[in-house]
């Protein structure tokens, strides 16, 4: 059944989706982010909103937020059944070895401790371990930064991993023992 558009013409299913089909492709591509699926979910979007269309139910001058409409909806659903179905898993393909998640909380816990252990050592070891290793600068760049010569840098930073090290042995993080000859 033909439409009736703003100008009093009537306006033929195809003539409504080759008019509609460019902005509804983009809007849905902008979405999902790729190819084949934004040209399923466009088919689909045009196949539930034929009868509508057909009808006469949507105003010609909406059928563009009409069919984004009817587009999120799809998306919506495929969504949830991806959600709700979850990965594919080829269990004859499965290494549970490879595919095991690393449990961070243990690494967090060292990350305090060491965080911790920084700011026991005096402002000027502190201030050269977080320009040196933590923000990766240079020997120069930390000495320039710090009005110091590269050499007084170097001891500095050894000094500090050192004290570093001590602490961090005294509060039981660090196994082994720290090299006192150097």
Not at 39 to 58: C, F, M, P, R, W
Not at 153 to 163: D, G, P, S
Request: glycine share 6%; with cysteine.
């Amino acid at each position: 059944m033909p439409d009736w558009n703003k100008d009093g013409k009537k306006e033929s299913i195809e003539e409504i989706c080759y008019g509609t089909w460019k902005s509804i492709y983009q809007y849905i591509y902008y979405k999902v982010q790729n190819r084949e699926e934004a040209e399923d979910i466009t088919q689909e979007t045009y196949v539930k909103a034929i009868s509508y269309l057909q009808n006469g139910s949507v105003n010609p001058d909406k059928y563009i937020g009409f069919l984004k409409t009817v587009a999120l909806n799809v998306m919506r659903d495929l969504w949830r059944k991806k959600k709700r179905r979850g990965p594919i898993v080829d269990i004859d393909t499965f290494i549970p070895k490879e595919n095991a998640v690393e449990d961070h909380s243990e690494n967090s816990t060292d990350r305090l401790m060491i965080k911790h252990a920084i700011t026991q050592l005096n402002e000027e070891q502190r201030t050269v371990i977080e320009l040196r290793i933590l923000k990766g600068f240079s020997v120069a760049e930390t000495a320039g930064l710090m009005n110091k010569k590269e050499g007084t840098i170097r001891v500095i930073q050894h000094r500090a991993l050192k004290n570093l090290a001590n602490i961090l042995k005294s509060n039981n993080l660090m196994g082994g023992t720290t090299d006192e000859s150097t």
